[in-house]
């Protein structure tokens, strides 16, 4: 049962990182010129790529799901609960690590940055791909995969994080500050790995993650 959670843990981790790549169907598809790509196509290829990747990980994950989505609905006033105390403190702390770094440049995180962007090019689609596609998406190959393959409470927090962190990062680091970024997403993150740890349903998570990233 370990070998094949680890072997789906690290199907969700390459599909997540090469997921870019499924943008090529449309970009194939409807012959799309790369080099007059506006910010709206933009958009519209990541939204398609985000939801190309979640009926991949749904699939994957689908029994554990639907286990999981009775014990959320069962347990939903305590489920709320816990995640709403621990989705506090993990935006506690990125609240205040993001100040300290911000004292130390004059710019955002590069991701950050980055949807900021998107979101002014065509706003309704961003409010679907990254408050509803980005977190159910994140939450099944951070949250999930990570749980299945690292059973001991704070190595599944800690890892979880660590990684959720990370991915946030990568590709946007051009000096040492953007690498402490790392601790506000990561900061969140294992808050949402803790939530899940306690409800044992990861869609306690996946709803906080939601209301996060809408708000």
């Known amino acids: 049962t370990l070998i094949k959670n680890i072997g789906k843990a690290l199907i969700t981790f390459i599909l997540f990182y090469y997921s870019s790549l ?7 598809l409807f012959n799309i010129d790369l080099n007059n790509l506006s910010g709206s196509m933009n958009v519209m290829l990541s939204a398609f790529s985000s939801c190309i990747l979640f009926f991949i990980l749904f699939m994957l ?6 286990k999981e989505w009775k014990i959320f609905r069962k347990n939903l006033v305590d489920n709320l609960d816990i995640g709403c105390k621990w989705w506090a403190v993990g935006l506690a702390i990125m609240m205040i690590s993001n100040l300290i770094i911000n004292s130390l440049t004059s710019g955002i995180a590069g991701n950050e940055e980055t949807v900021q962007s998107m979101i002014s090019s ?5 409010l679907i791909n990254a408050g509803i596609l980005a977190p159910l998406n994140e939450e099944l190959i951070f949250r999930k995969s990570f749980k299945n393959v690292f059973k001991n409470k704070w190595l599944f927090v800690l890892s979880s994080g660590f990684v959720f962190g990370l991915m946030h990062v990568l590709g946007n680091v051009s000096n040492w500050v953007d690498v402490l970024y790392i601790i506000p997403y990561g900061a969140l993150g294992g808050a949402f790995a803790m939530s899940y740890y306690k409800t044992d349903t990861v869609f306690t998570p996946i709803a906080f993650h939601m209301f996060h990233n809408i708000v």
């Open 22 to 28: 499924f943008q090529l169907i449309p970009i194939l």
């Open 61 to 66: 994950w689908r029994k554990d799901l639907t």
């Open 122 to 126: 065509l706003p309704w689609l961003m």
